[in-house]
């Protein structure tokens, strides 16, 4: 969702105090949210050996606060079908009864200004995949990270005291480092039951809430770059055990893959909603409504986004054969581990968002309605992740080595949708859409399909 629940790297400093945080230091966690930090164990990347404690740390973020907050922040922008009834009533004074106010069965993913009549039900169900594939256009399957060798010791090799002078660099083995290229595979199935209760004519209270199946897999293949022959203890760095006191085999060990998974299912954040139809002319309608997200999901395993938020919105429909409509709201968002430090339990506010969108549903007969909308999000002041240069421990940049790195930066969201409503039955719907990616902010799927089925008492 801050979002961006948010993926990005692979990196652990063995140096780091995990303290009270979410992912407790030197222990095993089944909670998702530690499924990237303990990648290459609960106590971060260590190295084997015995005459030198190996210490590596990364500049792209030690706490994953990108990787959390990007999945944080995508939790709380998952698009959940509208509560909005495909049909809407209004009482006939000369016929004494409820009509069909519509020619159209309405939008999927965004509201119009109709309201679905007095004390009409309206109940629904969605399912829909989001298989995530990149981050602010970096790819999930290549994504690059270096670590960085921390100034551990004095130039004679010592390891550096509290009062020491700063040595980066010296000794030579401090200029090696560690690059590795990741895959991360988050998927997630979301299924949303909801409903709406008409108050009255004008006022609707709705309710939605999703249920989610995430899963998480992370692979990490790693090479020690080595700046500096062996010395009297073999080389510094290397990855097998076996090699201790083996100058051979240390020479060879220099290449390692790490694999962590995790999956979680539960009950994800509700969102209640009430509209108005303040304005209701021959043709078109003003609303005004207000969604609540309620932070019910376990956001340690990626079930929530782990804050609270309002999202006031407007919408402008006009009622024919050919239905426009456009809505407009802001989300207010509070904190979430999510956008703070996992590694102390530190909280920090989850971004800000504005929500435009813009489109038509088309009542192609009494039966069936075709939709298309434009939807768009300006994601405010969020952690990004860009394509880099790796800068060493002496400051020297190096081009030709990639590494990703961070900006705090506003950044805007945009997708297709094409979609349809089919009643095969009396007030039955069923609904498919396909949500298609038009740019690459944020944590995206190319296309994210659809399916529901609602029915209007």
Same mark, same amino acid.
């Given at each position: 969702?801050?979002?961006?629940?948010?993926?990005?790297?692979?990196?652990?400093?063995?140096?780091?105090?995990?303290?009270?945080?979410?992912?407790?230091?030197?222990?095993?966690?089944?909670?998702?949210?530690?499924?990237?930090?303990?990648?290459?164990?609960?106590?971060?990347?260590?190295?084997?050996?015995?005459?030198?404690?190996?210490?590596?740390?990364?500049?792209?973020?030690?706490?994953?606060?990108?990787?959390?907050?990007?999945?944080?922040?995508?939790?709380?922008?998952?698009?959940?079908?509208?509560?909005?009834?495909?049909?809407?009533?209004?009482?006939?004074?000369?016929?004494?009864?409820?009509?069909?106010?519509?020619?159209?069965?309405?939008?999927?993913?965004?509201?119009?200004?109709?309201?679905?009549?007095?004390?009409?039900?309206?109940?629904?169900?969605?399912?829909?995949?989001?298989?995530?594939?990149?981050?602010?256009?970096?790819?999930?399957?290549?994504?690059?990270?270096?670590?960085?060798?921390?100034?551990?010791?004095?130039?004679?090799?010592?390891?550096?005291?509290?009062?020491?002078?700063?040595?980066?660099?010296?000794?030579?083995?401090?200029?090696?480092?560690?690059?590795?290229?990741?895959?991360?595979?988050?998927?997630?199935?979301?299924?949303?039951?909801?409903?709406?209760?008409?108050?009255?004519?004008?006022?609707?209270?709705?309710?939605?809430?999703?249920?989610?199946?995430?899963?998480?897999?992370?692979?990490?293949?790693?090479?020690?770059?080595? @700046?500096?022959?062996?010395?009297?203890?073999?080389?510094?760095?290397?990855?097998?055990?076996?090699?201790?006191?083996?100058?051979?085999?240390?020479?060879?060990?220099?290449?390692?893959?790490?694999?962590?998974?995790?999956?979680?299912?539960?009950?994800?954040?509700?969102?209640?909603?009430?509209?108005?139809?303040?304005?209701?002319?021959?043709?078109?309608?003003?609303?005004?409504?207000?969604?609540?997200?309620?932070?019910?999901?376990?956001?340690?395993?990626?079930?929530?986004?782990?804050?609270?938020?309002?999202?006031?919105?407007?919408?402008?429909?006009?009622?024919?054969?050919?239905?426009?409509?456009?809505?407009?709201?802001?989300?207010?968002?509070?904190?979430?581990?999510?956008?703070?430090?996992?590694?102390?339990?530190?909280?920090?506010?989850?971004?800000?968002?504005?929500?435009?969108?813009?489109?038509?549903?088309?009542?192609?007969?009494?039966?069936?309605?075709?939709?298309?909308?434009?939807?768009?999000?300006?994601?405010?002041?969020?952690?990004?992740?860009?394509?880099?240069?790796?800068?060493?421990?002496?400051?020297?940049?190096?081009?030709?080595?990639?590494?990703?790195?961070?900006?705090?930066?506003?950044?805007?969201?945009?997708?297709?949708?094409?979609?349809? @409503?089919?009643?095969?039955?009396?007030?039955?719907?069923?609904?498919?859409?396909?949500?298609?990616?038009?740019?690459?902010?944020?944590?995206?799927?190319?296309?994210?399909?659809?399916?529901?089925?609602?029915?209007?008492?």
């Amino acid at each position: 969702m801050r979002r961006a629940i948010a993926v990005l790297t692979c990196v652990v400093a063995v140096s780091t105090v995990w303290g009270q945080g979410v992912c407790p230091a030197g222990l095993a966690s089944s909670k998702l949210i530690c499924v990237i930090p303990q990648l290459y164990g609960p106590k971060g990347l260590t190295l084997p050996n015995p005459f030198h404690s190996a210490h590596f740390d990364s500049d792209f973020n030690a706490s994953f606060t990108p990787l959390n907050s990007a999945v944080g922040t995508q939790l709380s922008l998952l698009p959940l079908a509208s509560p909005a009834s495909g049909f809407t009533f209004m009482f006939d004074r000369n016929l004494g009864v409820f009509t069909r106010s519509a020619e159209s069965f309405g939008p999927l993913l965004v509201d119009r200004a109709e309201t679905i009549g007095k004390h009409r039900v309206f109940v629904g169900f969605t399912f829909q995949h989001f298989g995530f594939s990149s981050l602010d256009g970096v790819n999930l399957d290549q994504l690059p990270a270096v670590f960085t060798h921390i100034d551990c010791c004095n130039a004679n090799g010592s390891t550096r005291g509290p009062g020491d002078p700063p040595s980066p660099g010296s000794p030579s083995f401090e200029q090696e480092f560690i690059q590795t290229t990741n895959r991360i595979d988050l998927k997630v199935n979301q299924f949303t039951l909801f409903g709406t209760f008409g108050v009255t004519n004008r006022i609707d209270v709705s309710v939605a809430l999703p249920i989610l199946d995430v899963a998480l897999k992370t692979t990490s293949n790693a090479t020690i770059v080595r @700046k500096v022959p062996p010395g009297a203890f073999g080389f510094a760095h290397y990855f097998d055990p076996n090699c201790i006191g083996n100058i051979p085999c240390q020479a060879a060990s220099t290449q390692k893959s790490f694999f962590n998974s995790g999956s979680a299912a539960g009950i994800g954040d509700m969102v209640l909603r009430i509209k108005d139809n303040v304005w209701k002319g021959e043709r078109f309608g003003l609303g005004l409504g207000v969604d609540t997200h309620w932070p019910t999901g376990d956001e340690t395993n990626f079930l929530g986004a782990g804050a609270y938020g309002v999202k006031p919105f407007v919408v402008l429909s006009y009622r024919a054969r050919i239905s426009p409509h456009v809505n407009v709201g802001y989300e207010w968002n509070g904190d979430s581990i999510l956008a703070g430090d996992i590694l102390t339990g530190s909280q920090a506010k989850l971004p800000n968002q504005f929500f435009y969108s813009g489109g038509a549903d088309y009542g192609v007969n009494r039966h069936l309605t075709v939709v298309a909308d434009l939807l768009g999000k300006r994601i405010f002041n969020a952690v990004r992740a860009r394509p880099g240069p790796y800068v060493d421990i002496l400051g020297q940049t190096h081009n030709d080595i990639p590494q990703t790195i961070l900006v705090h930066e506003s950044f805007e969201v945009s997708d297709l949708a094409v979609g349809m @409503k089919f009643s095969p039955w009396r007030n039955l719907l069923v609904e498919a859409n396909a949500l298609v990616k038009l740019d690459d902010g944020g944590l995206r799927s190319r296309v994210v399909p659809l399916g529901g089925i609602s029915y209007t008492f």
